[in-house]
């Protein structure tokens, strides 16, 4: 089956500092999604990306869906304390409407250091 | 507008008995994804329904079965609890199958 391959597991840096994170996929997928999550919540979604190249920007949030399909980034730029939280990439990939569901990543928990 | 809603938000339970969980999807939206996940990792499907119609179940043994009613609302079900089905349980709605948006989830704890 499907598994994703996310990195690192952690991060602690500082306030301020530029961070980013990556999956990586044994096949493809269609769509990339790329969620936050807090404890005892569920996870929210950060930015979505349909297309392979795909390049998006959600404020401070910037991530691109590699060109193999295989692969995908997240970029947090100057980060501030609210931005501690654990971040999961997902994927879902369609054959002919046979595939619904989502395959996640195991997370990477990011603390910032005021 | 309101997010994705559920109910309980938190439960005990002991081995052997039965739990509903409970799901309204966004205004609007018409498919209904269910997902385990355990401490420290990432969520695992259960199950998805579209207009009221299984369209993709997950790993996860008969004693779990889900509906879709009507309104799009959900209720996931879960016979015979095991320890090891305590996790949160989080539901997500989508106007399309791939975007999905989560609810809070239900914190499930079988004793």
């Known amino acids: 089956g499907q598994q994703l391959n996310q990195s690192p597991q952690s991060m602690f840096i500082q306030e301020g500092e530029d961070v980013s994170m990556n999956c990586t996929s044994s096949s493809i997928f269609n769509t990339w999604l790329w969620y936050k999550q807090d404890p005892g919540e569920g996870p929210v979604l950060l930015i979505a990306l349909y297309k392979a190249g795909e390049l998006t920007s959600n404020g401070r949030l910037t991530a691109q869906f590699g060109i193999t399909r295989k692969d995908s980034f997240l970029n947090i730029s100057a980060s501030i304390p609210s931005d501690v939280g654990i971040y999961f990439c997902?994927?879902?990939?369609?054959?002919?409407?046979?595939?619904?569901?989502?395959?996640f990543g195991k997370g990477t928990l990011l603390t910032v250091n005021p | 507008d309101a997010g994705v809603t559920q109910s309980p938000t938190h439960l005990i339970k002991t081995r052997g008995q039965h739990v509903t969980l409970r799901c309204s999807p966004i205004?609007?939206?018409?498919?209904v994804s269910w997902y385990q996940q355990v401490l420290g990792q990432g969520p695992q499907f259960i199950f998805q329904y579209y207009e009221k119609e299984e369209r993709g179940r997950g790993n996860f043994p008969d004693r779990f079965s889900a509906r879709q009613f009507p309104n799009y609302s959900s209720e996931l079900n879960v016979n015979a609890l095991l320890l090891g089905d305590s996790a949160l349980y989080l539901c997500?709605?989508?106007?399309?199958?791939?975007?999905?948006?989560f609810g809070p989830g239900t914190r499930l704890l079988v004793l």
């Open positions: 205004s609007g939206h018409k498919s």
């Open positions: 997500a709605s989508s106007p399309v199958q791939e975007t999905q948006y």
């Open positions: 997902a994927g879902h990939y369609t054959s002919g409407g046979s595939n619904y569901k989502l395959t």
